[in-house]
């Protein structure tokens, strides 16, 4: 059962528009949540994270809304930039007595045209 | 700071032989996860480590994986025997402390058994 879902394999955006990546859980116990970044052949790399006592954080051109009545957040980028052309996972985490694990969706590739 | 370093980046090998796979993580860095992405599955949680010892091994797959940490710049992930369905691309990761949320990935190793 996947907890963390992206529903959307692959988005495609002009440059210059704003890119909206989406992202569903299931598990209300998670409390932090963090977007990620992955370039071929290369590690997957934090962008921006968003505690669930809050529902919007800002990062320059980035942004993540939560909504968590609705157990959904969202990556905004405006605007989009051919160098943000990658694979997008969302993630989430609920502190338990291990620690702080990660559970990721399956990502989303973001194309951004010229 | 060098950031979570892995070795091999590429690893091929016929089935039955044992792989061995390295992470140094990042100095200071207290904890440490293994991750195996394939398309059919995306990124999964292998094993994680807290001051070296193993504290979630639930999504080790089978017996043939086990993982070490004898200190604490220092991990392998072996397989043995191998088989074609390990392939995929194997991620280390660390983070500061259990408390902290961010993890930061080494650039994956790359394994194909044929």
């Known amino acids: 059962d996947q907890q963390v879902k992206q529903n959307s394999p692959s988005l495609s955006v002009q440059e210059g528009r704003i890119s909206i990546l989406n992202c569903d859980y299931t598990?209300?116990?998670?409390?932090?949540f963090l977007w990620y970044k992955k370039y071929p052949a290369e590690g997957p790399t934090f962008l921006i994270s968003?505690?669930?006592?809050?529902d919007k954080n800002e990062d320059g051109r980035f942004t993540v809304f939560l909504n968590k009545s609705a157990k959904h957040l969202s990556l905004h980028i405006v605007p989009s930039q051919p160098g943000d052309s990658a694979v997008y996972f969302c993630?989430?985490?609920?502190?338990?007595?291990?620690?702080?694990?990660?559970?990721f969706g399956g990502g989303t590739r973001l194309m951004v045209k010229p | 700071d060098a950031g979570v370093i892995q070795s091999p980046r590429h690893e091929v090998t016929e089935m039955g032989q044992e792989v061995t796979l390295r992470c140094k993580p990042i100095?200071?860095?207290?904890?440490l996860f293994w991750y195996r992405q394939t398309m059919m599955r995306g990124l999964e949680l292998l094993i994680y480590?807290?001051?070296?010892?193993?504290?979630?091994d639930s999504g080790m797959p089978e017996d043939r994986f086990s993982a070490k940490m004898p200190n604490a710049s220092f991990s392998t992930l072996k397989i043995q025997p191998s088989e074609p369905r390990d392939s995929a691309v194997y991620f280390c990761?660390?983070?500061?402390?259990?408390?902290?949320?961010?993890?930061?990935f080494g650039p994956g190793t790359r394994l194909t058994v044929t």
């Open positions: 990761a660390s983070s500061f402390d259990r408390a902290s949320y961010e993890q930061y």
């Open positions: 598990n209300s116990m998670f409390d932090y």
């Open positions: 968003i505690s669930s006592i809050k």
């Open positions: 993630a989430a985490s609920g502190y338990n007595n291990a620690g702080n694990m990660l559970t």
């Open positions: 100095s200071g860095h207290n904890s």
């Open positions: 480590f807290n001051n070296n010892v193993p504290i979630d």
